[in-house]
Each structure stands twice: as structure tokens, then as C-alpha cells.
């Protein structure tokens, strides 16, 4: 999960976000590593981690929009999906960083 920092855009209306990761580094440390810089770079405050699997192409038999991302991250070494909650979801369990501030 993240919430997105004040240089976010999105912080007007996404009170956080689940991050999907597909990481092309074998060391699961390392691949954790990389993911949140690069979630921090794209102005999202990465939260805790909640799944961390090895995956293959074997995988997504079945499922074509994640075999899209899963070929990404295999040709460019990673792909990311923010799917974004609203700041007053009734569900949200992670609060927006300006709420903190």
C-alpha cells in the first residue's frame, strides 16, 4: 500500500493506494528494495508490504491483463499499478498523508 506525498497530484482526491509490483531482480530483499524507490519516486509514500510472490509466465495462463504487466517487467525490469481508494472510502484503512501533516 502507499498514500500519496504532497508532490503527488492525485493527493486531492486518492486517499492511498494498493501498488501492484512485477520486478525483474532475483534477491526478494533487493526486488523489495527497488520497488519502494521506485514508489517513492513516482510521489507515493510506500506503507507495509502485504504479498511478496515469484512469479512466471506459467502463471498467467488465464489472466491476459497481468500477463501484459508480467511481460513488461521481463523486457523493461519492472512495471507498477496504482489502484487508487477515494480520501473518504468508508473502508480505507490508510489515511492520506495531508490528514498527518
Known sequence: MATPS????????????YVLAWVNIENKAAAE???RDEIQESNWVP???TETVK???AGYH???ANLA???EAVESGSQFVFHTWPIDAKDAD???E???A
Do not use: P, W
Open 69 to 71: 504487466h508480467y511481460l
Open 94 to 96: 490508510v489515511k492520506n
Open 55 to 57: 512469479v512466471t509466465r
Open 33 to 35: 528494495h527497488f520497488a
Open 98 to 100: 495531508k490528514e498527518n
Open 47 to 49: 506503507g507495509e508490504t
Open 6 to 17: 504532497r508532490e503527488n497530484s492525485e493527493r486531492a482526491y486518492a486517499g492511498g493506494a
Open 62 to 64: 488465464d489472466d491476459d
